[in-house]
T-cell receptor
Framework: KQEVTQIPAALSVPEGENLVLNCSFT??????LQWFRQDPGKGLTSLLL?????REQTSGRLNASLDKSSGRSTLYIAASQPGDSATYLC?????????????FGKGTLLTVNP | ETGVTQSPTHLIKTRGQQVTLRCSSQ?????VSWYQQALGQGPQFIFQ???????GRGNFPPRFSGLQFPNYSSELNVNALELDDSALYLC??????????????FGSGTRLTVV
């Protein structure tokens, strides 16, 4: 059974700081890993998707890496801003079945202080 | 193109009642998945519909059921509501068979409160 863990559960940083969020998963049989952002009480916004054959993806100030063999991914946020405050979720799409379901971590609650 | 839309946004029901949640998939997406997110938790997979048939189910009891219509929109039905069903229900759509390459697009969710 796939399990996804995110560390830390919460993080508070001053504006302008670079930061790293961590995600680990137990089963390396995945198609892809996706990072999402969730504002309080809202839905999920996809940030980055990394295919299992890729090592990293970049979008603006965000960079996500994937090490499938060790079951780890990191989301790097450069020059953080108060508007980055949200919960960040990572999810893996398992390749063991046919329904392409996502398994999520519990998320990291990020607060960027002005 | 329009994204994934869900209705209603909020709902309050009494224990034992039945509820129907609705989802319109993003244009061109033929697969719809439903997830339950309890407070402080990550979303949990409920089930997925492709070509109007359920093609995968998570660890949820039969009182959670669904439908997909020819236009790919979907409904989630929950019977005999329990207090623990209080959660944010998220709908996600994807364009099979390329979901492995493009992932899922999520809606804004329906907040269900059971009292």
């Amino acid at each position: 059974k796939q399990e996804v863990t995110q560390i830390p559960a919460a993080l508070s940083v001053p504006e302008g700081e670079n930061l790293v969020l961590n995600c680990s998963f137990t089963d390396s049989a995945i198609y892809n890993l996706q990072w999402f952002r969730q504002d309080p009480g809202k839905g999920l916004t996809s940030l980055l998707l990394i295919q299992s054959s890729q090592r990293e993806q970049t979008s603006g100030r965000l960079n996500a890496s994937l090490d499938k063999s060790s079951g780890r991914s990191t989301l790097y946020i450069a020059a953080s801003q108060p508007g980055d405050s949200a919960t960040y979720l990572c999810a893996v799409m398992g390749s063991g079945g046919s329904n392409y379901k996502l398994t999520f971590g519990k998320g990291t609650l990020l607060t960027v202080n002005p | 193109e329009t994204g994934v839309t869900q209705s209603p946004t909020h709902l309050i029901k009494t224990r034992g009642q039945q509820v129907t949640l609705r989802c319109s998939s993003q244009s061109g997406h033929n697969t719809v998945s439903w997830y339950q997110q309890a407070l402080g938790q990550g979303p949990q997979f409920i089930f997925q519909y492709y070509r109007e048939e359920e093609n995968g189910r998570g660890n949820f009891p039969p009182r959670f059921s669904g439908l997909q219509f020819p236009n790919y929109s979907s409904e989630l039905n929950v019977n005999a509501l329990e207090l623990d069903d209080s959660a944010l229900y998220l709908c996600a759509s994807s364009p099979q068979p390329t979901v492995r390459n493009y992932g899922y697009t999520f809606g804004s969710g329906t907040r269900l409160t059971v009292v």
